[in-house]
């Protein structure tokens, strides 16, 4: 799978993942992350004029093994490395997320999941030093029909107040899937937060586009394609 974005204030986003099984039960996954900002004016202090110009960076490289545990239970687990640079200073972390699927024999048509992210790890530039961005999901899936899903998620950052995010996936024919999002963190803090896009499935691959806006940030546009070989 790879993906670019066209993210807020013309930062660019790209992803490339491979996963693999590894028995009938059990696989394993591999992504690279990498976040890139356009040059900005760099100053000193408030008290003088721009003297030159800077940019920022991130790069991250996450390995995942995940495993049918029991006919109802799934569990998860990623490791990550991160190396962030603004202009000449960086800093390098290392984090884990950990998660739960649940689907319970009686509601065939439901599944609960909880997630740990960013656990670990600080992040320190200069002699400033930060905790990674700790957050708790929890997780609801409803199936009313084969090729529809409904979703929700309450979120709790450690450093901010609880979310919600919710999305529909409709599988409208074998070639296109229709999606729609809402995120009450952005409309929280932009009054937006409706997310739209769909998938497009030729042959072995698909293509995804999405589309956020952020108001006073501007748009954002992310386009993915996904493959798989074999069975």
Excluded at 28 to 35: E, N, P, T
Excluded at 40 to 58: C, I
Excluded at 63 to 72: D, N, P
Aim: with cysteine.
């Amino acid at each position: 799978m790879a993906s670019v974005a066209s993210w807020i204030e013309k930062t660019k986003l790209g992803i490339i993942g491979y996963c693999s099984p590894i028995s009938d039960s059990s696989g394993f996954g591999l992504s690279v992350l990498y976040l890139k900002t356009d040059k900005m004016p760099l100053y000193k202090d408030v008290n003088t004029s721009q003297s030159g110009e800077f940019d920022a960076s991130d790069l991250s490289i996450r390995l995942g093994f995940g495993a049918k545990v029991t006919r109802s239970n799934y569990l998860g687990i990623v490791g990550g490395w991160i190396n962030q640079r603004i202009e000449e200073e960086k800093s390098r972390s290392f984090f884990f997320d950990i998660g739960e699927i649940y689907k319970p024999k009686s509601l065939d048509k439901m599944a609960f999941s909880i997630v740990l992210q960013n656990l670990g790890g600080k992040v320190k530039f200069i002699e400033e030093e930060d905790e990674l961005p700790s957050t708790l999901n929890l997780g609801f899936a409803y199936f009313p029909a084969e090729n529809i899903i409904f979703s929700l998620d309450l979120v709790k950052p450690k450093d901010n107040n609880y979310g919600i995010r919710s999305g529909f996936e409709w599988d409208v024919k074998r070639i296109l899937t229709l999606r729609a999002g809402f995120n009450s963190q952005v409309f929280q803090d932009l009054g937006i937060g409706i997310s739209g896009g769909f998938g497009i499935k030729i042959d072995t691959f698909n293509l995804d586009y999405s589309y956020v806006p952020y108001r006073e940030l501007g748009e954002t546009h992310n386009l993915s394609l996904t493959t798989h070989f074999g069975r």
